[in-house]
């Protein structure tokens, strides 16, 4: 029945900790007496709610609009966190796409460093080292004749696709841009 569903309607709205704007569709109620009915009922049950909640009277197409401040984290928020690969967008760099920043953040560490290092060690994800020998291998030549310096790299299937380290070959120290 319609007051069944509003006590389920404020209990779940309680422990899902759903806000914002809520629109409840009950059964067709002909009787104005039981719309009033629902409507005190759901009222009622949303007192005992600690979170803010407005509950207008049902429309005359049966809809009851109820708006609820969440009153802390949303359960999934609580239970689950943000992917460490992607931040949380759902989506992460393709091997292209990193071949291509790691072909810029090359360029400019090998033109700070020219003067005082010469042999370089890139160690990447094996996927991104496939890349670059099958198909950016060109711009790796280009840019050792340019700084007269010498690329090494190494794969290490423990990074993550988006992530490279540039070091010194000879001291292992990090370079950064």
Do not use: W
């Given at each position: 029945?319609?007051?069944e ?5 404020a209990?779940q ?5 759903i806000?914002?704007?809520?629109i409840?569709?009950?059964?067709d109620m ?6 009033q ?5 759901t009222?009622e ?8 909640t ?12 109820l708006t ?18 992607c931040g949380?967008r759902?989506?992460?760099k393709?091997?292209?796409?990193t071949?291509v ?22 160690i990447?994800n094996?996927?991104v ?5 099958e198909?950016d291998?060109?711009?790796l ?5 340019r700084?007269a310096g010498?690329l090494?790299?190494r ?6 696709h988006?992530?490279f380290v540039i ?8 370079l950064k841009?």
């Amino acid at each position: 029945t319609n007051l069944e569903a509003a006590d389920e309607i404020a209990r779940q709205l309680r422990l899902r900790n759903i806000g914002g704007l809520i629109i409840a569709d009950f059964i067709d109620m002909k009787s104005r007496r039981d719309q009033q009915a629902v409507y005190n009922l759901t009222k009622e049950r949303l007192k005992r709610d600690k979170a803010r909640t407005h509950v207008l009277p049902i429309s005359q197409l049966g809809l009851m609009e109820l708006t609820r401040q969440r009153a802390q984290e949303s359960l999934s928020d609580t239970i689950y966190e943000n992917c460490p690969y992607c931040g949380g967008r759902g989506v992460v760099k393709t091997t292209m796409s990193t071949s291509v920043e790691l072909h810029r953040t090359l360029n400019t560490v090998m033109r700070r460093y020219q003067d005082s290092i010469h042999d370089i060690r890139v160690i990447l994800n094996p996927d991104v080292l496939k890349r670059l020998k099958e198909e950016d291998e060109e711009l790796l030549v280009e840019l050792e004749r340019r700084y007269a310096g010498r690329l090494m790299f190494r794969a290490d299937p423990t990074l993550h696709h988006e992530k490279f380290v540039i070091t010194d070959a000879n001291t292992g120290v990090e370079l950064k841009p």
